[in-house]
């Protein structure tokens, strides 16, 4: 994963080491020497990530986040705050300008990868959702309410087999106000799905269990691959930490756990646990759009095809029938030429709602176009198919449709076809020209009735 980072010191010697190091794991490097240069630069660059450190002469660090997050040319960018003081007040003072993490100097190796090899994982996720927003595909959702949705409290599971290190982590996240199971608490890793959890915290030193081989597990499992790992590591054990940061971990904290530190963490995890699960919504949307007629929210022709394949695929397996029923609105021509196309629509919506209301759950209602709509009822014989549609020509013949700023109330009534699968040489074009045929029998035998092939 290569990445351009924006390197932020007053100190020439402090830039060039920062940028050996990062340019050693292929990292790209631009430099600020101070705080207005470095909002000009981030401006026009557009860096992945800004390494940024607190003291400098005129603007300072705190100042230049603070400006850097105003702009919302800027603000998407992580901020990593470079202090020579591990001091909380400091990092405090960073956090409430914006930052999203924090580096103590003199820069240790490992940490500095970890920072940045975590917040480009972040990074990969975000800009996901940022250009599906700027494509128009975030079906009306606008950044801010991303941000606000996605620093709601996170819903943590703590896997670490010390009761006094995992309840003592577990009170500061609470305090903080996520919720939080425990191990212990939870008595077993079992169904981890059914807990819903954002955010795993996996403790390496660990004995009861291997930590990393946990780790591949859970990006491995389908339910599991979302959720966020966040490693705690002794400062001893960094390699085993690497490695688990290879297979699939999205951070890592050293012990002793610094309580801002693991909050800062978390809250960066957590977001990026969101962020997938919103793009998971939005594919799902994706998909809805293409098999829901949007006028009715009824599913579409192509949607109702594919069923109407696996079903009829499935009767003859396992030999259990499958009917259904072609509803066509009587007059339909009328309605649209004496009230209007607008009206016109109505009708078609209120009949969408009226069929939806008077059909079994397992039932699914389809509209393949224009004034017509199907069912199709699985495991569904042809005197319970009938039935069923007379019950549902009644919903529609039973009260006039009030359609219209002008509440206009306009009597509809529906020819109904009804056909039923008759063996496995039949085929989907022969069900539903069967259907069509009921129908238009229906149709000249007086129409607001229901025929069926099967009678
Ligand atoms: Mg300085």
Redesign the pocket.
């Known amino acids: 994963m290569s990445a351009r980072i924006l390197v932020v010191?007053?100190?020439e010697a402090?830039r060039r080491l920062l940028q050996a190091k990062l340019e050693a794991q292929y990292y790209t490097v631009i430099q600020a020497e101070n705080g207005p240069q470095a909002l000009e630069v981030a401006r026009k660059e557009l860096p992945d990530i800004i390494l940024l450190?607190?003291?400098?002469p005129g603007m300072d660090g705190y100042e230049v986040c603070r400006r850097l997050k105003e702009d919302p040319a800027t603000a998407f960018i992580p901020v990593v705050m470079v202090t020579?003081l591990s001091d909380t007040e400091d990092r405090v003072r960073g956090l409430d300008a914006g930052a999203e993490d924090f580096l103590t100097k003199p820069v240790d190796d490992f940490a500095l990868m970890s920072r940045v090899g975590a917040l480009m994982r972040y990074n990969a996720v975000a800009s996901e959702l940022r250009q599906r927003q700027a494509n128009g595909l975030g079906g009306g959702l606008d950044l801010e309410s991303t941000k606000e949705e996605s620093d709601q409290p996170a819903r943590i599971f703590i896997v670490d087999d010390n009761p006094r290190a995992s309840a003592r982590l577990a009170a500061v996240l609470r305090e903080a106000g996520h919720t939080v199971v425990t191990l212990a608490e939870a008595g077993t890793m079992g169904d981890l799905s059914r807990l819903g959890v954002d955010l795993m915290i996996l403790s390496l030193p660990s004995k009861s269990f291997d930590a990393l081989k946990l780790c591949a597990h859970f990006k491995v499992t389908e339910a599991t691959r979302a959720v966020s790992i966040l490693l705690i590591c002794d400062p001893e054990d960094r390699e085993r930490a690497a490695k688990g940061l290879e297979i699939g971990a999205s951070d890592v904290i050293l012990t002793p756990v610094d309580k801002q530190e693991l909050l800062v963490r978390v809250r960066t995890q957590a977001r990026r646990a969101r962020y997938i699960e919103m793009l998971r919504r939005r594919v799902d949307k994706g998909l809805e759009l293409s098999v829901i007629d949007q006028l009715t929210g009824l599913y579409n022709r192509r949607y109702m095809m594919s069923q109407l394949h696996q079903f009829m695929q499935r009767s003859v397996m396992g030999g259990r029938p499958v009917s259904v029923m072609m509803a066509d609105i009587d007059h339909f021509k009328s309605v649209n030429d004496t009230y209007g196309h607008d009206a016109g629509d109505e009708v078609l919506q209120e009949i969408a709602t009226r069929l939806r209301e008077n059909v079994r759950p397992m039932d699914i209602v389809c509209r393949p176009g224009g004034e017509e709509f199907l069912v199709i009822m699985p495991e569904t014989p042809g005197d319970l198919a009938c039935a069923a549609a007379e019950r549902i020509r009644r919903a529609v013949a039973m009260a006039p449709f009030i359609v219209g700023r002008a509440a206009l109330r306009i009597q509809i009534t529906v020819s109904v076809g009804v056909s039923t699968i008759t063996g496995e040489q039949d085929t989907i074009a022969d069900l539903t020209k069967r259907a069509d045929q009921a129908l238009y029998q229906a149709k000249t035998t007086g129409r607001n009735r229901v025929e069926s092939t099967a009678a």
């Open positions: 010191d007053d100190i402090n450190d607190v003291m400098m020579a």
